[in-house]
């Protein structure tokens, strides 16, 4: 169904008003603020009603591809990434982890949306930093997404610079933004899964149910500009003599380094296992001993060395 069909009006303002609303909350002046509070509530309500609005009308379907989609529907694609994504800014402590749980069902409802629409792939919803590290077998995916979300920036910025923006671009731009928060959204969701483990360890120590975990020491880092390559290090370099500078290549190592000096700290500070007892018979001790006994029961002492003997 076009948008035209019901609602375009106040579908079109409520839109314009979440996108007015997120830009503001991606880029706050104060997150303690009251009027940063009232923003994250007002968002939320809007994006509510454009969330029903969206249902109602029916603007998306299993049965069609996203060439069937009408370029006005297009970015009502991105209601549910909105969506989760101000739930996610929620900070305050005694609601975080409901509001967590809120955002990544709704990250989860726009990536299975982007998946129908060849937009995104497959991929495992409960991804965390525990279980999925970063290690050498997919530093380059995520250096290669990094590249790919930095490129939709530009393409976007580029496109939305045009005087003349017809149908055609302004599709490609929808589609665009589509693309780019898919990304987002992958990232966010590997960000909670990581986050809520801790909120319910919190909530377990505040229950008195467990005891808070000791401090763990951690090297401070020092501050660096991080660059895409050999020759912009060699110009930020010259150009900030105080501060190192590191390409992404060499971020990516060194982050893979301090993780496995981490994993290999923690592995020696395993209690080693306990020796076993030598006093102690077990079932092949005892075999052993038995088969001995047979031996010599039946072998008289010197029969094994008889050589050139009557």
């Not at 968002?43 to 370029?71: C, G, M, P």
């Not at 296992?273 to 077990?282: G, H, Q, R, W």
């Amino acid at each position: 169904m076009l948008v035209g069909d019901l609602g375009e009006d106040s579908l079109a303002e409520l839109f314009k008003k979440s996108r007015a609303n997120l830009r503001k909350i991606e880029d706050p002046e104060d997150r303690t603020s009251q009027n940063y509070k009232d923003l994250i509530l007002e968002s939320l309500e809007i994006l509510q009603k454009l969330s029903v609005l969206v249902s109602s009308l029916r603007l998306f379907s299993t049965n069609e591809s996203l060439d069937d989609v009408s370029t006005e529907s297009l970015k009502f694609m991105l209601v549910n990434a909105f969506s989760g994504y101000v739930h996610q800014q929620h900070f305050e402590f005694q609601d975080r982890k409901r509001h967590l749980l809120a955002a990544k069902e709704y990250y989860k409802d726009f990536h299975h949306l982007c998946q129908l629409y060849g937009l995104a792939k497959a991929i495992e919803y409960s991804m965390n930093r525990i279980d999925n590290p970063i290690t050498k077998n997919n530093r380059e995916e995520k250096i290669q997404k990094f590249k790919d979300k930095k490129d939709l920036e530009e393409k976007i910025k580029e496109m939305e610079k045009r005087e003349n923006v017809d149908e055609e671009v302004q599709r490609e731009i929808y589609v665009s933004y589509a693309k780019l928060w898919v990304i987002r959204v992958e990232e966010e969701l590997y960000n909670i899964n990581s986050e809520l483990p801790m909120l319910e360890h919190m909530d377990k120590v505040r229950g008195g149910e467990t005891n808070p975990s000791p401090p763990i020491k951690t090297k401070v880092m020092k501050p660096f500009i991080l660059v895409k390559s050999e020759q912009q290090k060699a110009v930020f370099g010259a150009g900030y003599p105080s501060l190192p500078t590191m390409t992404l290549d060499e971020f990516y190592d060194a982050e893979l380094k301090r993780i496995v000096e981490a994993q290999n700290q923690q592995k020696m500070q395993q209690p080693p296992p306990e020796p076993d007892d030598p006093d102690e018979e077990t079932a092949e001790s005892l075999a052993k001993a038995r088969a001995w006994d047979d031996w010599k029961d039946t072998h008289k002492r010197g029969w094994g060395n008889r050589h050139n003997r009557s």
